[in-house]
């Protein structure tokens, strides 16, 4: 609904914002891998092919958090990727 959940490395923290409205907001550092999830972009390690059209990033967070992308972001985040290479 109009709620959104922050998952930070010390808490999670309900936002009275939709994920759109949240998204607007945020840095350009930050990047939709889903419909459901945004992330900072300075701990996106890798984009994986894992089967069958079906996606996921690794995070390059003390867990190395692992988490679906949807295909169509799936060309943007490797660019996002390569550019920070540069």
Do not use: W
Not at 39 to 60: A, D, F, K, M, P
């Amino acid at each position: 609904g109009k709620r959104t959940v922050v998952h930070t490395s010390d808490s999670d923290e309900v936002i009275p914002l939709m994920l759109k409205d949240l998204e607007a907001r945020l840095p350009s550092s930050f990047v939709r891998i889903h419909k459901q999830h945004i992330i900072n972009g300075s701990c996106l390690q890798r984009v994986s092919h894992i089967g069958s059209g079906r996606y996921e990033v690794t995070l390059s967070d003390e867990d190395d958090t692992h988490l679906v992308v949807s295909r169509s972001f799936v060309a943007h985040l490797n660019r996002y990727i390569e550019s920070r290479e540069e």
